[in-house]
């Protein structure tokens, strides 16, 4: 158990729609990462956030947006899905949100859209 | 650009047999960190080592050893006397210097370990 929590574990819904993920990072960490784990593009970087502020953006479509709370856990949320956004996608966590930090991930959660 | 090569896209052994997954990567900064992680059937990646650019001693765990060549670009994960429940998918990932930990991730090695 890496301690990230992530809810909900699957999310089953139509294309048009709009979900949210949810993530608790480390108890001490204040850095959380999403990725997104797709059979066709791997493992991909998708934003960081370090103590409620936006650091680092990789390939996330407009359609999606995330922050980071107070309490420092993160949502990322996708809307107008599309088929393609169907994916395993993952939270991570880590104290610092610098390059040295070792990344611990959350189970993912599975969505899927129909 | 940052890049993590792993050829092997699917290995078999037969238990107890020694496996070698290999990792090439590509970055032009002179700093920075790479990772081993696991991905189980269960599908959670699972964190396995950590290395600094500057370390080029090799690492062993159990029956878990790493070989990093800073020459070669290279960072190769050995399992040893191969088990069942090594059979995972295998992520190799380099992480970009500066202020961020943004990982950049190898296409996975998917390991099958028979009985």
């Known amino acids: 158990d890496s301690g990230v929590t992530q809810t909900p574990k699957h999310l089953i819904t139509a294309t048009g729609q709009r979900v949210t993920l949810r993530c608790s990072p480390r108890?001490?960490?204040?850095?959380v990462y999403w990725y997104q784990q797709s059979l066709d593009q791997g493992l991909q970087f998708l934003i960081q956030?370090?103590?409620?502020?936006?650091?680092a953006k990789g390939n996330i479509l407009e359609r999606f947006s995330a922050q980071q709370f107070p309490d420092l856990h993160s949502e990322l949320n996708l809307s107008s899905l599309e088929l393609g956004d169907s994916a395993l996608y993952f939270c991570?966590?880590?104290?610092?949100?610098?390059?040295?930090?070792?990344?611990?991930f959350g189970p993912g959660t599975r969505l899927t859209v129909l | 650009a940052q890049k993590v090569t792993q050829a092997q896209t699917e290995i078999s052994v037969v238990e107890k047999e020694d496996v070698t997954l290999d990792c090439v990567y590509e970055?032009?900064?002179?700093?920075?960190?790479l990772f081993w992680y696991k991905q189980p059937p269960s599908g959670e990646l699972v964190f396995l080592i950590r290395r600094n650019s500057f370390d080029e001693q090799n690492e062993i765990s159990g029956r878990y050893s790493w070989n990093f060549q800073k020459s070669t670009s290279s960072f190769n994960f050995t399992i040893t006397a191969s088990q069942v429940v090594d059979s995972a998918v295998y992520f190799c990932?380099?992480?970009?210097?500066?202020?961020?930990?943004?990982?950049?991730f190898g296409q996975g090695t998917t390991l099958q370990v028979k009985p």
């Open positions: 108890s001490g960490d204040l850095s």
């Open positions: 990932a380099l992480s970009e210097g500066g202020n961020t930990g943004k990982l950049i």
């Open positions: 970055t032009r900064d002179t700093t920075y960190y």
């Open positions: 991570a966590s880590s104290h610092r949100g610098r390059y040295t930090d070792t990344q611990y």
């Open positions: 956030y370090y103590n409620g502020e936006e650091r």
